[in-house]
């Protein structure tokens, strides 16, 4: 696909010490846009993720090479700071990780404290925010004291995409979201994903093939660390370019 000139890779490739686990990716990422990776386990969909805010690098002989731009910078630079830019390109993991120690206010204002901010209208406001964003505040207004893990499994994987929404992220990565969610909890985690594109871009690795083309405006096929297929949604699940994604969407491989 085209290079986009707001969020791209070029060349990416990443190891694991000796082993090559993302190839010479060439991917380009619309603003506004959701984005699905889909493919077999261990082809390399949650290694690139993490590359694209630099968490792979945090992984003891982990390195990677390449370039990745947001809006033609490219955020291996020298002079770029991993956390401002974690701030910038957020992350929901597998599994919802709210700080066990902090009431469900402080889970949403911690990126917000750590950038200094401490004005107590402004996080109030900003909290608010993003847990109406996030489709919570409705159900956690009265419960703002409470510990962030006294909440359901969905609330509070809703509640680090609050913690993510805080700091106005311009691009969101999720990492199988709903993988450990009820069909009921997962279903209100892709609602949320399509109204939430109208505010940030985002890129979400999913195992669940159905969830992909439920959800996404492009999907990308993995196989063995290598980029197969990239493309509109709704193009790559009915009539795909190669063999080897129509084989992985029908089920006769993976």
């Not at 090559?20 to 386990?41: C, K, Q, Y």
């Not at 959800?215 to 197969?228: N, P, V, Y």
Request: aromatic share 8%.
């Amino acid at each position: 696909m085209e290079i986009s000139s707001f969020f791209s890779t070029r060349d990416l490739n990443a190891w694991f010490g000796k082993t090559l686990a993302v190839r010479a990716v060439n991917m380009s990422f619309a603003e506004n846009t959701v984005s699905a990776i889909i493919g077999p386990s261990g082809c390399g969909k949650s290694t690139f993720l993490r590359c694209l805010n630099r968490l792979h690098e945090e992984v003891p002989g982990a390195r990677v090479n390449g370039t990745v731009l947001l809006e033609n910078k490219n955020i291996y630079s020298k002079d770029v700071d991993p956390v401002e830019l974690r701030r910038q390109i957020g992350m929901v993991f597998q599994k919802p990780n709210p700080f066990p120690a902090f009431s469900v206010f402080d889970n949403v204002a911690v990126g917000l404290k750590l950038a200094g901010i401490r004005k107590s209208t402004i996080l109030k406001d900003a909290v608010e925010r993003s847990l109406r964003m996030a489709a919570l505040w409705d159900e956690v207004k009265d419960k703002l004291n409470d510990a962030g893990t006294s909440l359901s499994g969905g609330q509070q994987q809703r509640l680090c995409i609050a913690r993510a929404l805080a700091v106005e992220p311009r691009v969101l990565l999720m990492d199988e979201p709903t993988s450990a969610l009820d069909p009921i909890s997962t279903a209100k985690i892709e609602e949320l994903v399509s109204e939430l594109k109208k505010a940030v871009t985002i890129i979400i690795v999913t195992h669940n093939m159905q969830q992909a083309a439920r959800i996404s405006d492009q999907t990308a096929f993995f196989l063995l660390g290598d980029l197969i297929e990239y493309g509109a949604t709704s193009q790559l699940f009915t009539a795909p370019k190669d063999n080897r994604t129509e084989r992985y969407i029908t089920g006769r491989f993976g």
